[in-house]
């Protein structure tokens, strides 16, 4: 069911700073830039291997990686797995008392299907699955 971590989520306060570090320093492939309206943040992709590091900058204050940024500072934000079926994920998830925050998929960047599981029943980590096209 779960195939892959597809990416860490990184919250940052300055995207092109933390693009810097990551892609001149690292050398990490710099994979493209989009704004995610619902979600109230900016996001940048880079590949490092067949995985991704996701770095969210917030678009407002009220954005949830703002939240996160105020209460625990920069820094990763979840870890998501790729899976083949995200319906099926959130039911066995929800079926084995695990808590979600998403119940239901919604589209997050590049268009991927995706849902978050609450960080109380994974030992305080945000997790996010997300299903490819």
Known sequence: MFNKIDHLGIAVKDLKQALGFYQDVLGL?????????EQKVT????AVGESKVELLEPTSEDSPI????EKRG?????????????????KKL?????????EVPRIGAGGVKI???HPRSTNGVLVEL???H
């Open 29 to 37: 492939e710099y994979l493209g830039t989009e704004v995610v309206e």
């Open 43 to 46: 996001v940048a992709m880079l």
């Open 66 to 69: 703002a939240k996160t940024i």
């Open 74 to 90: 920069e820094g990763v934000a979840h870890v998501a797995f790729e899976v083949d079926d995200i319906e099926a994920a959130l």
């Open 94 to 102: 929800k079926d084995s008392g695990v808590r979600l925050i998403d």
């Open 115 to 117: 849902a978050f599981v």
């Open 130 to 132: 997300c299903e490819k």
